[in-house]
């Protein structure tokens, strides 16, 4: 993963075929650069024409894991570099992840269960629904730590 990705998004659109469209993101690990990212990434499904379902999933997912390497991965260090790599087809989404922040506490994703909901509104929580989103909507869910890389890939897939 290039080192020195200049603060903006840098995408990519390639078609392997005509049902297959790969996307290629490079962004820093700031929230505004997380939000922004989002307006590349709705152009590649329009462009792939993944069905309403998949699309909503996949940002969903996107969204969580892109905030958490924002909030978590660079915590302590300057914002670094995070890498996409996005397959898209009408039958499902793979993705890796790359970023060059913290490992992950014990090498592996978190798996919480859903934070209770059954509580007064003022109760509810602010956070813990992120991975317990990203678990849910997921498969093939892997995490290694390369280098000094963390290498995070699942596939989406369209309901149905």
């Not at 998949?54 to 924002?70: G, H, K, M, Y």
């Not at 989404?93 to 059954?118: H, Q, R, S, Y």
């Amino acid at each position: 993963m290039p080192r020195d990705v200049p603060a903006r998004q840098a995408t990519n659109i390639k078609a392997a075929d005509s049902t297959v469209s790969n996307v290629e993101i490079q962004i820093r690990a700031l929230p505004e650069e997380v939000r922004n990212c989002f307006e590349q990434i709705h152009r590649a499904f329009e462009t792939a024409e993944l069905p309403s379902d998949l699309r909503i999933n996949t940002e969903v997912v996107l969204a969580e894991v892109l905030n958490n390497i924002a909030e978590h991965s660079y915590c302590d260090r300057p914002a670094g570099q995070i890498a996409m790599n996005l397959e898209l087809s009408g039958d499902g989404v793979k993705f890796l992840i790359v970023d060059d922040g913290n490992v992950m506490p014990n090498l592996t994703p978190p798996d919480p269960e859903l934070p209770k909901i059954d509580v007064e509104v003022s109760d509810l929580p602010e956070g813990g629904f992120g991975w317990y989103l990203i678990r849910t909507l997921t498969t093939d869910l892997e995490y290694a730590r390369v280098g000094s890389h963390n290498h995070l890939r699942a596939r989406i897939l369209a309901d149905g």
